[in-house]
């Protein structure tokens, strides 16, 4: 690596930043349970702690994402959101709404045939910008589940029109700074359809509401093998590409850690936008931000995985500003293979291409330390007494620390001496011990599966209920989108 190189890796890892979301610290599950983690954060605090921890390890995630009724249960909280703040150095990031909890979202939202539950969910955005405004926050996104599942069920054409009547009049409460994000998906849980399915349809609807609204691309929210990073082309090209929700799929919406299956595919995404930025000479203003649930991954751990991963990524596209290189006079294009062979070379090359490489210099700050005593002998007590500061490269502590794949499987035990019950990690180098005694005599425990419709049951049992609702949904505290 050149000098040159090297100093385009560094100011392109000095502006990156990434905001990870509230909901990712917490306990997640699928549709059909939810699935408790010990150290999963319980409170707003916990989430702003554990936040901090990932900023201060990784330097690039100084906001939080935050979502309404999840973690503003009253109005009192948004006072209560501006201390930790303070308290932990860590922003408040983009506002989510939330659209598809409630019972009375049975039929949709914005999309909803009864006028009174679609003024009901236009207060409620009205109501999550004035949130925004007051902690000075930029973005407000929005995700829809409006859909249908059978035809004849729903007018497409009014339906939209009822979209674009809400999203302008939403537009019309936002501060100068702010924006709305509008996100897309093709299924889920619509089956038929999906009132915005697809980055064309978000766009118009953008467009439709104001000059102040953009696109927000969720990696996971396409089909398989669509290109994604064409769609990212476009919507620089327009204008109109405000932000993205990083995750990886196998499927579609699986919510995986970045680079856990296609690395190859957030890099071409990232080098789409060295690309944009190389021609304009400009950085392009997107919000980068995680939108992942962890099931069976360390909630702190998992975040600074993707984190790290999306921090390599970023620079490796940064070394190559345009795929396309100098092409013979008079193509377009470049049919020749060398292309190709120089592109794909790059995010299969050695982890570390060059150790002088500094990872992200780590601000000092007001980060408190994270809750080690609900960590047991977990990675980030091990991480977290290491050097604040220095300069380590991009991928040093991923691959020396988070190792995943060391810490699993993950087994349940009741403690013969004490009576509690737990879950730990297990492997050959490791006998479990139990968090409250320190006693070795366990008794294994067998699982037991997650059920839908258990209000009334407590949260240490199995499936325990929504905690933002009352237990009125099987949402899995939020792992819908």
């Known amino acids: 690596m050149n000098a040159q190189q090297r100093d385009r890796v560094v100011g392109a890892l000095d502006r990156f930043r990434i905001e990870v979301p509230s909901w990712g610290f917490a306990d997640t599950g699928t549709r059909f349970g939810k699935f408790v983690q010990p150290a999963a954060a319980k409170t707003i605090e916990e989430k702003f702690s554990d936040a901090a921890q990932v900023h201060k390890l990784t330097g690039v995630c100084p906001t939080l994402a935050l979502h309404v009724l999840w973690d503003f249960a009253s109005p009192d909280d948004v006072s209560q959101v501006k201390a930790l703040s303070e308290r932990y150095g860590i922003g408040p990031g983009s506002i989510n709404p939330n659209l598809f909890q409630d019972q009375e979202?049975?039929?949709?939202?914005?999309?909803?045939?009864?006028?009174?539950?679609?003024?009901?969910?236009?207060?409620?955005?009205?109501?999550?910008?004035?949130?925004?405004?007051?902690?000075?926050?930029?973005?407000?996104?929005?995700?829809?589940?409006?859909?249908?599942?059978?035809?004849?069920?729903?007018?497409?054409?009014?339906?939209?029109?009822?979209?674009?009547?809400?999203?302008?009049?939403?537009?019309?409460?936002?501060?100068?700074?702010?924006?709305?994000?509008?996100?897309?998906?093709?299924?889920?849980?619509?089956?038929?359809?999906?009132?915005?399915?697809?980055?064309?349809?978000?766009?118009?609807?953008?467009?439709?509401?104001?000059?102040?609204?953009?696109?927000?691309?969720?990696?996971?929210?396409?089909?398989?093998?669509?290109?994604?990073?064409?769609?990212?082309?476009?919507?620089?090209?327009?204008?109109?590409?405000?932000?993205?929700?990083?995750?990886?799929?196998?499927?579609?919406?699986?919510?995986?850690?970045?680079?856990?299956?296609?690395?190859?595919?957030?890099?071409?995404?990232?080098?789409?936008?060295?690309?944009?930025?190389?021609?304009?000479?400009?950085?392009?203003?997107?919000?980068?931000?995680?939108?992942?649930?962890?099931?069976?991954?360390?909630?702190?751990?998992?975040?600074?995985?993707?984190?790290?991963?999306?921090?390599?990524l970023f620079a490796k596209a940064a070394l190559q500003p345009d795929p396309r290189g100098k092409l013979p006079a008079g193509r377009v294009c470049d049919r020749r293979p060398t292309g190709n062979r120089r592109l794909a070379r790059h995010p299969r090359a050695a982890r570390q291409p060059d150790a002088g490489v500094p990872r992200q210099r780590i601000s000092g700050g007001n980060h408190p330390p994270a809750r080690p005593s609900r960590r047991g002998a977990g990675v980030v007590v091990r991480v977290s007494r290491g050097p604040e500061t220095g300069t380590e490269s991009v991928l040093a502590l991923q691959s020396s620390v988070l190792d995943y794949n060391s810490w699993m499987p993950l087994f349940e035990y009741q403690c013969r001496e004490c009576g509690r019950q737990f879950e730990a990690f297990v492997t050959s180098q490791r006998t479990p011990a139990c968090p409250a005694c320190q006693g070795q005599d366990l008794q294994k425990l067998l699982s037991t599966p997650g059920m839908v419709g258990t209000a009334g049951r407590t949260e240490t049992e199995a499936v325990p209920a929504c905690r933002a609702r009352g237990g009125q949904c099987a949402c899995s505290h939020g792992n819908y989108n």
Do not use: C
């Open 105 to 312: 979202y049975k039929f949709g939202s914005f999309g909803n045939p009864d006028a009174s539950i679609r003024a009901r969910a236009l207060r409620h955005v009205k109501d999550s910008i004035a949130i925004a405004r007051v902690l000075d926050v930029r973005d407000i996104t929005l995700w829809f589940a409006d859909g249908s599942n059978y035809p004849g069920t729903a007018g497409f054409r009014q339906r939209r029109r009822w979209f674009e009547d809400a999203l302008q009049e939403s537009h019309e409460g936002l501060a100068p700074n702010q924006r709305l994000l509008v996100e897309y998906k093709p299924f889920e849980p619509a089956f038929y359809h999906t009132d915005i399915a697809d980055w064309g349809m978000a766009s118009l609807l953008a467009r439709a509401a104001g000059p102040q609204a953009k696109v927000l691309v969720d990696t996971g929210h396409h089909y398989l093998s669509q290109n994604i990073e064409q769609i990212v082309a476009w919507l620089l090209d327009d204008d109109m590409l405000g932000g993205f929700h990083f995750n990886d799929r196998r499927y579609a919406d699986d919510d995986l850690t970045i680079g856990s299956i296609d690395p190859y595919q957030v890099f071409r995404i990232f080098l789409e936008i060295h690309s944009y930025e190389h021609d304009l000479r400009r950085p392009a203003d997107i919000a980068y931000m995680i939108d992942q649930s962890h099931n069976l991954k360390g909630k702190i751990e998992a975040m600074i995985q993707t984190v790290t991963v999306a921090q390599e």
